[in-house]
């Protein structure tokens, strides 16, 4: 019986927790809540590197068992199994698809990118498992696709469900988010830098203390997570002591145009295969994938999987360069099919593979030349760090995920270049966009925040609503209506008409009557008199119902939607906590 007694200490306890958790909640929607953020920031790295782990091992673990020699040796494979394998993956990941609600079927950095900018950061659950299981399923059979793009859409998720199980306001969903994806990448490659900037550059497009700092902590997370677990291992460790010369950025800036070339077809490819296949049926463009996957590892096994082992391969010369075309040709039609029919994979890995590919077959080229030349293998580093950058618009993502993965910072002058070369042909020359902002553009939604959206976006409707504030009734007397003129509300709410009023003109309006009373000064005999605050000239707006949660920027296009002048903010108990008016979200975006 005490626990329903509405004073009992277990009531009192709730209530108490209650209100601290909407004190939190009104603090976090302030642009300024640096510390709840960063606290948040290490929460939401811990649990997407843990979740990051668990999708290493479970394809790692597999692989590691399988596959002779290493977890990545699909070459070592016999014909059939080459063949086999990516057909019966992509088998059950057609199965996987069809079983799932159609809403559940988006994966990938382009469900993160269209989640954060187009429904503030609120990734659901089905597409996080979807994402699990067929990233797995999709690296475990070897299709020529990366873990990237799994491991960004896992730790978004991630962090996303973290801020929605808290419910927090939307406009901190947004940092989460990149708190999430900076932790995903770090854990994965173990690069929190390229981790950081990735997040920064790619998935928030915006630079802010607030934001950096919350993200830097969550990739360290992140990286602490996946060290305990597989160490500090350096991906390509054949690419440490490798560096140009001066003499050669004619030749280098020559990559650039090459690998220009190669991202604008790789775009192209991709973007038009979704485009051709956007209406069959997902389980038929998941066979005709693994298909194509099955022929393309039965003629030129390097591409299947990840491709690590290649680029390895490629860094020590271990490859002649009519071996890296034919892998730079293979893997680039073959994993732009793949992926632009669907498989729930990453493109950064195949990116970095085409890259070294055309790196190591320029690299050769150029030793053929008169003069002392570098190793084939700094071609194939800047071929590396040019592709991701010119195919996902990225740039500073990519040199500086190229120093982490190779340990190597005399990469990053000439590097520097070829990236710079790269993405202004493939934008300028061949009007080629990132790939997933031109996916975006073909789905029909927004990818570039406009900068009105991003600053709305940044600070929660709790942070600016009006406080205080009286409720009344349409008609009242005027003595109440001098009572509650002496409150200074900033508002008159009349909720039965949906309807607010300005006290001022509620006040201008008493003062004009006592003006033309003949008993000047005199108090008013029939105080009791009614007044109807409908009747009486005064501004009037009309209002509606918004989420405590929202951001401004929803606020206003809620306002725009319904054609009202402002918006209600309800509290937990079914009044009203504050008050929002279109002067004030037009006032804050002009500040």
């Not at 994806?181 to 990735?198: Q, Y």
């Not at 190793?375 to 194939?380: L, M, N, P, Q």
Request: glycine share 10%; hydrophobic share 50%.
């Amino acid at each position: 019986m005490a626990a329903d007694d509405p004073q009992s200490p277990l009531d009192r306890l709730r209530r108490r927790r209650q209100q601290a958790a909407e004190q939190w909640r009104n603090r976090l929607a302030h642009v300024d809540a640096l510390p709840q953020l960063t606290v948040l920031g290490l929460l939401s790295g811990l649990l997407a590197g843990g979740v990051i782990v668990a999708f290493r091992l479970a394809v790692e673990g597999p692989l590691g068992h399988w596959l002779p020699l290493s977890g990545e040796n699909f070459e070592g494979l016999d014909a059939h199994w080459r063949f086999f394998l990516p057909v019966a993956g992509a088998l059950l990941i057609a199965l996987l698809f069809i079983g799932l609600n159609r809403r559940h079927h988006p994966t990938g950095i382009l469900h993160v990118l269209d989640r954060l900018h187009n429904h503030q950061g609120r990734l659901p659950k089905g597409n996080f498992f979807t994402q699990f299981c067929g990233g797995v399923l999709a690296l475990l059979s070897g299709q020529s696709a990366g873990r990237e793009g799994p491991v960004v859409h896992l730790g978004a998720a991630s962090a996303s469900q973290l801020g929605q199980w808290l419910q927090l306001p939307n406009n901190s969903l947004r940092p989460l988010v990149a708190c999430g994806v900076a932790a995903a990448i770090a854990a994965s490659f173990n690069t929190p830098m390229a981790g950081v900037i990735f997040a920064m550059e790619v998935v928030l497009m915006e630079y802010t203390i607030a934001g950096f700092i919350p993200v830097i902590l969550a990739a360290v997370a992140g990286t602490t997570i996946t060290q305990l677990v597989f160490g500090p291992d350096i991906v390509f460790t054949e690419g440490q002591q490798l560096t140009g010369n001066l003499s050669e950025l004619p030749l280098m800036a020559g990559l650039g145009l090459l690998v220009a070339i190669a991202a604008s077809a790789y775009i192209r490819l991709h973007t038009g295969c979704v485009q051709l296949t956007r209406q069959w049926p997902i389980g038929w463009r998941l066979v005709l994938a693994g298909l194509i996957g099955g022929v393309g590892g039965l003629l030129v096994p390097q591409v299947m999987g990840m491709g690590y082992d290649t680029i390895d391969s490629a860094l020590a010369g271990q490859f002649t360069w009519q071996l890296l075309v034919l892998i730079l040709v293979a893997k680039l039609i073959i994993t732009g099919i793949v992926l632009g029919l669907g498989i729930p994979g990453g493109v950064i890995g195949p990116c970095l593979v085409m890259g070294a590919c055309l790196g190591g077959a320029a690299g050769s080229a150029a030793g053929l030349l008169p003069g002392e030349v570098s190793e084939s293998g700094v071609y194939v580093i800047l071929g590396m760090a040019a592709m991701m950058g010119a195919v996902l618009n990225a740039p500073l993502a990519a040199m500086v995920a190229i120093m982490e993965l190779t340990y190597n910072p005399g990469i990053l002058f000439p590097g520097m270049l070829v990236v710079v070369v790269a993405c202004l042909i493939t934008r300028w020359l061949f009007r080629c966009e990132g790939l997933f902002s031109t996916l975006l553009e073909l789905e029909g939604k927004s990818n570039r925040p406009k900068l009105m959206q991003q600053l709305l976006s940044r600070t929660g409707v709790r942070s600016l609503m009006h406080r205080r504030y009286c409720h009344s009734e349409c008609t009242l007397t005027r003595k109440q209506a001098r009572a509650m003129l002496k409150l200074q509300p900033e508002w008159i709410v009349l909720q039965s008409k949906q309807l607010l009023v300005k006290p001022a003109d509620l006040m201008r309006y008493l003062e004009q009557e006592a003006e033309d009373r003949p008993s000047e000064g005199a108090e008013p005999a029939d105080q009791e008199e009614t007044l109807d605050l409908m009747a009486i000239p005064a501004t009037r707006l009309e209002m509606t119902s918004i989420s405590p949660n929202a951001n401004l920027y929803e606020a206003w296009q809620a306002l725009n939607q319904t054609q009202v002048d402002a918006l209600y903010v309800p509290s937990i108990g079914g009044g009203i906590s504050g008050l929002l008016t279109r002067e004030q979200i037009e006032t804050y975006y002009r500040l």
